[in-house]
């Protein structure tokens, strides 16, 4: 039987074939821990992370009501740098929960995808 975190590794693989950001049109890829959220929109073609967000430092609320203000967070940050379309990679995670928050939210504050 396969364990969570392979088949986590596996996924990723899987959608990092497919999914790729440039300079128009970056990454913007999530990472979640048990007690964070964390996401960052990525340049893959010079490698470099154009703006990023986390909960570090946010308060208050369910996990899922903070990664919705991570989003509202990135999508801010990201428009700020005239960054209005992203190409959104969940990182192997499921979208639903806290994933589907944050994006619903970034979504939301404008941010197209």
Do not use: W
């Not at 979640?32 to 470099?48: E, H, W």
């Not at 990201?78 to 639903?96: S, W």
């Amino acid at each position: 039987m396969i364990s969570k975190i392979a088949r986590r590794n596996k996924i990723k693989t899987r959608i990092r074939g497919k999914v790729s950001g440039t300079a128009e049109r970056p990454r913007m890829s999530v990472f979640r821990s048990n007690k964070g959220i964390y996401v960052q929109v990525i340049d893959d073609l010079a490698g470099r992370t154009l703006c990023a967000a986390s909960s570090k430092g946010l308060e208050g609320g369910t996990k899922t009501e903070v990664s919705a203000k991570v989003g509202e967070e990135i999508a801010k940050k990201a428009l700020e740098k005239g960054i209005t379309e992203v190409v959104f990679d969940r990182n192997g995670y499921l979208f639903h929960g806290r994933v589907k928050s944050l994006a619903d939210a970034a979504r939301k504050a404008g941010l197209k995808f």
